[in-house]
C-alpha cells in the first residue's frame, strides 16, 4: 500500500515537472532568441540607415570605425554582405552564403553555417534609390549558446531541486501518514493464533475504521466458532463420562466379584482400556477449556505455587505408589499471577506425564519456589526422557512418541504448553542428569513482591 | 449404614449400589432431586451420593434443600463436570467432597469411609481408621482393642493425620497444630514424633507414609 501510494504520488509528480520544465525552457529560449534576432536586426538597420545616408554610388565605402562598430559584438563574430538584385556583392564579406527571401518578404532571419561555424543571419531587402539590394548580418552564435546554457543551468537545477524535494515530502508524508497503519499491523502481527480479541479503533486512524470494523466482525466470528468448537468437544466429553461410569463401575463389580478369574488378562485388558477412555475424556475436557480462551478465561489472581503443589501429592501419591515410583517434593513459597485450576491442571498434567513414563524404581521430584529472579515449576524424572528431535512434536495434540511403551493419549503435554501460553510462559524441556526429563515453567513475579 | 443415591442413569445407579451392597452398606436409589427429596422426608440416612447434572432441579439445588432443612448428613458430588467452577459451587452449596466420573468403585468407597469417619468424629467424638480408634472427649486411644499410650504431641499429630486421610498433610500444617503445645517446635522434631508414633503404631493394621518433601499421610485402607 506505502509503494502504491508512493509511485502514484511520485510519477505524476515527476512527468508534470517534467513537461513544465521542458515548456519554461522552451519559452525562456524564443525570448533570449528573439533579443538576440533583435541584436541582428538592428545591425541590419543600421546598415541600412548609412547606405540611405551615405547614398549606393559611393559604393558604400564603410570606414574603419564604423566598421569596427559594426563588427563589434564579443564575443560573436559579425559578418555582413550587401548585395544588389543580380547578386553582386557591393559591401562586405564576399563569401557569405545567398538566402532566398520569401517573395514580398522585408526582414527574415535564418539558421546558416559558415566556415563550418553554426549561425544565425539576418537578411533584409530594401530599394534604396531605385536600386533593390539585400542586406546580410551573420553572427556565430555564441552568445547564443551561453545564454542557452544559462538558461538550462538556472533552470534546470531549480527545478531538479523542486522534483527532489517533491519527492522526499512525498515519500516522508506517505510514510508519516502510514505510520498507524503499521502500529495496527504490528498489533496484528504480534498475537497468538488463538487471540482473537478486537482490535481496539480509538488508536486507529478513522479511515481504516471501516475495514478494522470488518476485522473484528471476522475476529468475533472465529472466536465464537472456536467456542463452538470446543463446548461441543465438551459437551461430547460429559456425556460420554456417564455411560463410562457405569462401566467403570461394571468393571470394578466383576473384579470383585471374581467374574473373569478364567481369565484375568482379558479383565486387564478391559480395564487400561477403560482407564485410558477416562483420562482422554478428562484431557480432551482440560484440552478444550484452556484452549477455547486465548486470553485467560478469568481475572487472574495471586496464586501460591506451593500450595498447589502440596495438593497435587494427594491427588498423585497413590497413583506413584501403585507404580512403585518415589514421588518427592521440594517446595519453597512463592507467589505468581495467574488462574490457580489452570495452573493446578498443568502441574497435574506433568506429575501423570512422569509418573506413566518412569519405569517402577524410578524418582519423580517436583518443585517450585524462586530462582533467578523469576518463579518456577518443575517437574524431573529419571526415565526415558524426551530424545531431542521429538521436543518439538510432543506439543502437537495427540502426538506419540514412536515406540513409547506407556498408555498416554498425546493430550498431556499440549494442554501444559496452551496454559502455559495462557500466563506469558512457555513450557521448558531440559535433559536431565543422568537421564530422565526435566520439564520446567517459569513465570515474573508479581511487582509487588 | 444407609445411603442414598441421587442418580438418573441407571447403569451408574445400579453399579454403585451393587457396589456399596457387596461393602455391607445399605442403598436406596433415586432417579431425581424431588425423588431424592421424598426420601430424606421419611428416611434417615448416613450419607448421600449426588449426580449434579440431573433431570429438572439439578443436584445442587437438592444438597441445598438439604442443608436448608437442617440436615447434616456427609454428601458426596459424582459430577462428570469438573471444571473448578462446578466443584466450588458444589461445595459451597454443602456438599462435603467429589468426585469425577468416571470413578473406580475402591475410590468411591475410601472417600465415603473418609467422610463417614470425619462426620463420626463430630457425631460421637471418635475417629476410627483400620482398628485405630481416637476419642477426641477422653483423649484415649485404642489400637485393635487394646489402649495405646500416646503423648500430647503424638496425639495432635495423629488426630491431624486421621482427620485429613486420605489427603496428604503437610510438615508445616503439623508444626502449626503443635503450636499451642510448644512454641519452638521444629519440623524435625515433628519426624521424632511420627518415627515414635510409627513404632506403637507397628502392631497393628495403620501405616503412616512419608512423602519426601511435603509430609505425612495415614494410608489408606485395603479392602
Not at chain 1, 564576399?94 to 526582414?107: H, M, N, R, S, T
Not at chain 1, 455411560?243 to 481369565?263: M, R, W
Not at chain 1, 479383565?267 to 482407564?275: W, Y
Not at chain 1, 501460591?304 to 495438593?311: G, M, N
Amino acid at each position: 500500500m506505502r509503494q502504491r501510494l508512493i509511485v502514484a504520488l511520485a510519477v505524476p509528480l515527476i512527468i508534470i515537472l517534467g513537461v513544465s520544465s521542458v515548456f519554461d525552457y522552451r519559452m525562456a529560449r524564443s525570448m533570449s532568441d528573439a533579443a538576440s534576432d533583435q541584436g541582428l536586426a538592428d545591425a541590419v538597420f543600421d546598415l541600412e540607415t548609412h547606405i540611405r545616408n551615405h547614398g549606393l554610388t559611393s559604393r558604400l565605402d564603410l570606414n574603419e570605425e564604423s566598421e569596427a562598430m559594426l563588427r563589434s559584438n564579443a564575443p560573436d563574430a559579425i559578418y555582413f554582405s550587401i548585395r544588389d538584385a543580380a547578386g553582386q556583392v557591393l559591401a562586405g564579406d564576399q563569401d557569405i552564403p545567398v538566402f532566398a527571401l520569401p517573395a514580398g518578404g522585408k526582414l527574415s532571419f535564418f539558421d546558416a553555417s559558415y566556415h563550418d561555424t553554426a549561425m544565425r543571419a539576418a537578411v533584409h531587402r530594401v530599394s534604396i534609390e531605385d536600386t533593390e539590394i539585400s542586406i546580410t548580418v551573420m553572427e556565430t552564435t555564441r552568445k547564443r549558446q551561453r545564454a542557452q546554457r544559462e538558461i538550462l543551468s538556472g533552470l534546470l537545477l531549480p527545478n531538479l531541486a523542486v522534483i527532489i524535494a517533491s519527492l522526499l515530502t512525498v515519500l516522508f508524508g506517505v510514510r508519516r501518514g502510514l505510520l498507524p497503519l503499521g502500529a495496527v499491523e504490528r498489533e496484528i502481527a504480534a498475537r497468538s493464533p488463538h487471540d482473537l480479541r478486537e482490535i481496539d479503533l480509538a488508536s486507529s486512524p478513522h479511515e481504516i475504521h471501516p475495514m478494522l470494523r470488518r476485522l473484528n466482525q471476522l475476529f468475533v466470528q472465529l472466536r465464537e466458532a472456536a467456542e463452538a468448537q470446543n463446548r461441543f468437544i465438551a459437551d461430547a466429553a460429559h456425556q460420554l463420562r456417564t455411560p463410562l461410569a457405569g462401566l467403570q463401575t461394571q468393571i470394578d463389580l466383576a473384579v470383585s466379584e471374581g467374574s473373569f478369574s478364567k481369565n484375568e488378562g482379558r479383565l486387564q485388558s478391559i480395564e487400561q482400556g477403560t482407564a485410558q477412555i477416562g483420562r482422554l475424556l478428562g484431557q480432551l475436557l482440560s484440552y478444550a477449556r484452556a484452549e477455547a480462551s486465548g486470553s485467560l478465561p478469568g481475572k487472574p489472581e495471586r496464586v501460591a505455587l506451593e500450595q498447589i503443589v502440596e495438593r497435587s501429592a494427594s491427588t498423585f501419591f497413590d497413583a506413584a505408589l501403585a507404580k512403585d515410583v518415589d514421588l518427592g517434593f521440594d517446595i519453597s513459597p512463592v507467589v505468581v499471577t495467574g488462574l490457580q485450576w489452570l495452573l493446578a491442571e498443568a502441574l497435574a498434567n506433568l506429575i501423570d506425564n512422569a509418573i506413566r513414563y518412569t519405569p517402577p524404581g524410578g524418582c519423580i521430584t517436583v518443585r517450585c519456589g524462586k530462582a533467578d529472579g523469576k518463579a518456577f515449576l518443575e517437574v524431573e524424572d529419571n526415565g526415558p526422557g524426551i530424545p531431542e528431535v521429538h521436543r518439538q512434536d510432543v506439543f502437537q495434540r495427540f502426538y506419540r512418541i514412536p515406540g513409547s511403551p506407556s498408555n498416554g493419549c498425546g493430550l498431556g503435554l499440549p494442554i501444559v504448553r496452551e496454559i502455559a501460553e495462557l500466563h506469558g510462559t512457555e513450557v521448558m524441556l531440559i535433559s536431565a542428569q543422568p537421564s530422565g526429563l526435566r520439564a520446567r515453567l517459569e513465570f515474573p513475579l508479581p511487582a509487588n513482591d | 449404614m444407609r445411603i442414598l443415591v441421587v442418580e438418573d442413569e441407571p447403569l451408574v445407579a445400579q453399579g454403585l449400589k451393587q457396589g456399596l451392597v457387596q461393602l455391607g452398606y445399605a442403598v436406596d436409589v433415586a432417579g431425581s432431586a424431588e425423588e431424592a427429596e421424598g426420601f430424606v422426608g421419611v428416611e434417615e440416612f448416613d450419607m448421600a451420593l449426588v449426580d449434579i447434572g440431573l433431570p429438572k432441579a439439578d443436584g445442587l439445588h437438592f444438597i441445598r434443600q438439604l442443608r436448608a432443612a437442617g440436615k447434616g448428613l456427609p454428601v458426596l458430588i459424582l459430577t462428570a463436570r469438573d471444571s473448578m467452577e462446578d466443584t466450588v459451587s458444589g461445595l459451597d452449596a454443602g456438599a462435603d467432597d467429589y468426585l469425577t466420573k468416571p470413578y473406580r468403585l475402591p475410590e468411591v468407597a475410601a472417600r465415603i469411609r473418609a467422610l463417614i469417619r470425619r462426620s463420626n468424629a463430630i457425631a460421637d467424638a471418635c475417629l476410627r481408621h483400620n482398628g485405630l480408634c481416637l476419642d477426641t472427649r477422653s483423649r484415649s486411644a485404642m489400637l485393635d482393642g487394646d489402649a495405646l499410650d500416646l503423648t500430647n504431641r503424638e496425639w495432635a499429630i495423629l488426630e491431624q493425620l486421621l482427620m485429613a486421610s486420605p489427603a496428604v498433610v503437610s510438615k508445616d500444617r503439623l508444626v502449626n497444630s503443635l503450636a499451642g503445645w510448644d512454641k519452638d517446635i521444629t519440623p524435625n522434631a515433628v519426624e521424632v514424633h511420627v518415627s515414635r508414633l510409627r513404632s506403637k503404631l507397628a502392631a497393628g493394621n495403620v501405616t503412616i507414609r512419608t512423602i519426601r518433601g511435603i509430609g505425612y499421610r495415614v494410608d489408606a485402607p485395603e479392602n
